[in-house]
Nanobody, 125 residues
Framework: QVQLVESGGGLVQPGGSLRLSCAAS????????MNWYRQAPGKQRELVAG???????NYADSVKGRFTISRDNAKNTVSLQMNSLKPEDTAVYYC???????????????????WGQGTQVTVSS
């Protein structure tokens, strides 16, 4: 019904940049918050950055000044520009959306949380 698909991960050297993108598709009525999380091996999933429908943003202290989150409400997409990457940024990055969608059954609107499948980011020389 609703899908989040990420793209843009890969291998990059320390100090390099990557841009992650996430597109939400399906019977979407509106999207509230869109966030990026990451999970490194042996660690808990953590919030990296978030952005509201109005454009307010928040960042983990570890990425402030290096990462920038943005969204296109018309296209239901969210992006994460990652600069000055460090080896400790290595993780699987997940897109998350808090959204409202139309029921296939009767067209009523329901709320739901959705996750992308994850994209690997590896920072290594």
């Amino acid at each position: 019904q609703v899908q989040l698909v990420e793209s843009g991960g890969g291998l990059v050297q320390p100090g390099g940049s990557l841009r992650l993108s996430c597109a939400a598709s399906g019977s979407i009525s509106s999207i509230n918050a869109m966030n990026w999380y990451r999970q490194a091996p042996g660690k808990q999933r953590e919030l990296v950055a978030g952005i509201t429908s109005g454009g307010s943003t928040n960042y983990a202290d570890s990425v402030k000044g290096r990462f920038t989150i943005s969204r296109d409400n018309a296209k239901n997409t969210v992006s994460l520009q990652m600069n000055s990457l460090k080896p400790e940024d290595t993780a699987v990055y997940y897109c998350y959306a808090d959204l409202n969608y139309y029921s296939d059954y009767d067209g009523s609107i329901s709320a739901g949380d959705y996750w992308g499948q994850g994209t690997q980011v590896t920072v290594s020389s």
